[in-house]
């Protein structure tokens, strides 16, 4: 069975029984290749060709560790895992995911009772790691 992409960045159906369900904010669903390279295609500066190795990295890297369910979240740091591997820096930058790490939002949610300053922190947080990312691509043109 070969994880390759055709032209139209689909791959043999055969997949499905090797890879983790995705979940996601509307549920859980079977993993589908085709939506990482659409992803990176909308979302970055890829190249079709850089596009669809990088799709075919995660797939073998996915279907090495056996998983049973992962996040979209985490798909998203595999792939841009790999574009650093492949010296897409700036490219990972375009598809990175900002947001405040699981531990942070644990400990804010478990050390503060006020909603409004919970959701004021989040906001914070975000809006800086957005500026950084946003000087980081600037650095690249």
Do not use: C
């Not at 669809?52 to 792939?79: C, Q």
């Amino acid at each position: 069975m070969s994880t390759e992409l055709n032209d139209r960045g689909k791959v043999d159906l055969n997949y499905k029984k090797f890879l983790p369900l995705v979940k996601t904010r509307k549920g859980d669903f079977v993993f589908v290749p085709a939506f990482i390279y659409q992803s990176l295609l909308k979302e970055t500066s890829l190249s079709k060709a850089d596009a669809k190795k990088v799709t075919e990295h995660v797939v073998r890297f996915l279907k090495s560790v056996d998983l049973k369910s992962i996040t979209a979240s985490s798909i998203r740091e595999v792939a841009s895992v790999q574009m650093l591997k492949m010296g897409l820096e700036k490219e990972k930058l375009e598809f990175g995911q900002i947001g405040i790490p699981f531990y942070d939002l644990k400990k804010l949610l478990k050390d503060t009772q006020n909603k409004e300053y919970v959701y004021e922190k989040i906001v914070d947080w975000i809006l800086f790691d957005s500026g950084a990312v946003d000087e980081l691509i600037n650095d690249y043109r």
